[in-house]
């Protein structure tokens, strides 16, 4: 245990003194801040051309709502992090391979397995505080850009300010779930390949892959954890908040589906995380 | 504490390790011992397999058959020994986005109990200037003072070096011939070095071993393997000819070459070069020159290699 100790400190170490854990950590907040200034100007071009032609429409109402924005940011935001962190993990492990670092740390400090454990401790830390500013981030510029409100129409309340920030903390909270097995799938990659250029064209081939191909799957991709993540074909729940809280009604909320994005993920880290214990045992370092 | 009493002190010991790459066996039954406070040299060809075997020792690859023993634990145990067991790569291993001085502060958190600090180390190295430089803007020889360094934080009992002096310039090499010196007499530190810099290790060792083919051919203390060489005389005389037929016979000689005009190589087994001089100028053969070759690491590594040479089909061009 105190070997672990050790080698997470001086993982740390260096994640703290690394450029490119430095800029994904700020790039998704960044990303999405970049995004909303961009939106909110477009929208202002739009409007101001329709004020010259007539009233408003629902739409725009929907469109100056902060929510509907807020769970763009963070949909678009979690898609970064999690690419962007498959790719880190990727790389994490097999870089120091590759540099020989690694070396140092099994003679001196720990066995192979802490090193592994250490590497995604580090890496889901890494996750979690770039989940915090791009939580803060989204909030911040939405609510500098936009008003949040419940959605209204013809003055009836379609949905309530409670609701929808109900909805959005689910809808966020089930998207959040895959991402630690998104990291055990990288570090498993990280551990299994030859070199670090390998392991990240790897770890983004495969989750691109398994993003773009899920719904030839059909019901079988619920039993994937990528399936759970906002991606660019995106089937997550966050993405069906994001109709929601614009006023769309015809959102269907599959329990099955919901109950599944709960229970799936974590299975599937603990097996990722085990291969890769396994794995990194008959590794060449 | 009790279980760290009961662990063998000798650094190394090492019993028929083998370890094939395919069908390929690159270590056969590989047997070797470093004593405590010894400076133990492996020497060998190229792809004889001494870094095959550096890697086995240190837990790095998988070996097939053997059994290791450093400090009384297996290679992946080594991490047991808290920093009592380092090693320095033939490549630097470091991380090349962290300056030296960071590198250092990095290996300290690896040690369990920092002997020395990161300022202390720099100037035992001769890279204080070099603090701030991110080791990938560094030259090859002050990476490896760096690694070199880091190895040292944490008072080791035990350094495994691989070709430690790759990227040195003279002064470094010096530099770090003096530092092994200093840190085996002062604290007692055992190393293991392999190496293709004969005369450095020469200069070095206690112990010398030679990796052959796979096995090691030759293995002991530097004077006792030097002891047991033949010793070579070179005379260079007036008549060839009849310096040949006056030393011929004699025990404990063996005659060379005798095909160069004016000079007579002999092999000596235990025979004091006096006792030639003094026969051949007794019978008025005119010494110009008596030269003994002493012994060295070149001529017991070329007689090693010399007894077994490797097939042409496996040399690699």
Known sequence: MNGFKAAFRAELFVMLHNNAARFLLVMPAIAVIIRAIAVKLSDNARQAQQSLSGGRSFEDIASSNAWGHLVDSLSIGLTLLSLSLVAYAAWSFSSDRDNGALRHVVIRTTNRMGI?????????????????????????????????????????????????????????????????????????????????????????????????????????????????????????????????????????????????????????????????????????? | MSKEKALDPTPLRVEKLSKSFGDTPVLK??????????????????????????????????????????????????????????????????????????????????????????????????????????????????????????????????????????????????????LISRLNREEGTSFLLSSHQLPYLEKICSHISVLHRGRIAVSGHVSRLFNAQHSRLLVHCDDVVRACAIVQGMPGVEIEDNSYPGLLTLQLDGVNPALINQKLVEKGIAIHELVREKPSLETLFQAVVATDPLPALEVEI
């Open chain 2, 29 to 178: 039954e590989l047997n070797l011992t470093v004593e405590t406070g010894a400076v133990h040299g492996l020497v060998g060809l190229n792809g004889s397999g001494k870094t095959t075997t550096m890697e086995c020792l240190l837990g790095m690859q998988p070996y097939h058959a053997g059994k290791i023993s450093i400090m009384g634990l297996k290679p992946e145990q080594l991490y047991k020994h808290a920093g009592k067991v380092v090693s320095v790569f033939d490549s630097p291993s470091l991380h090349p986005q962290l300056t030296v001085k960071q590198t250092l502060e990095h290996a300290c958190l690896l040690c369990e109990r920092p002997a020395r600090t990161p300022t202390q180390v720099e100037a035992m190295l001769g890279i204080s200037q070099y603090s701030q430089y991110k080791i990938k803007h560094l030259s090859l020889g002050n990476r490896r003072r760096t690694s070199i360094a880091q190895a040292l934080l944490g008072r080791p009992e035990f350094i495994i070096l691989d070709e430690p002096f790759n990227g040195l310039d003279a002064g470094g090499v010096d530099d770090l011939l003096n």
């Open chain 1, 116 to 285: 592994v454990l250490a590497k995604f401790a580090n890496v889901f830390l890494l996750a979690l505080a770039t989940l915090i500013l791009l939580g803060i981030g989204s909030a911040l510029i939405t609510a500098i850009l936009w008003d949040f409100g419940p959605i209204v129409e013809d003055g009836y309340e379609l949905i309530s300010s409670a609701e929808i920030r109900q909805e959005v903390a689910l809808g966020l909270g089930l998207a959040i779930l895959p991402i630690p097995t998104a990291l055990a799938f990288g570090v498993l990659v990280s551990v299994s390949t030859q070199s670090a250029t390998q392991a990240i064209t790897t770890a983004l081939g495969i989750t691109l892959a398994v993003d773009i191909f899920k719904s030839v799957l059909g019901s079988y991709a619920y039993y994937i954890y990528a399936s759970f993540q906002p991606s660019l074909v995106d089937r997550s729940y966050l993405s069906d908040v994001g109709r929601l809280v614009r006023g769309y009604s015809d959102v269907m909320v599959d329990t099955q589906m919901l109950s599944l994005n709960q229970w799936i993920p974590l299975p599937q880290m603990l097996v990722f995380i085990a291969a890769a214990l396994v794995v990194v045992r008959f590794r060449k370092l």
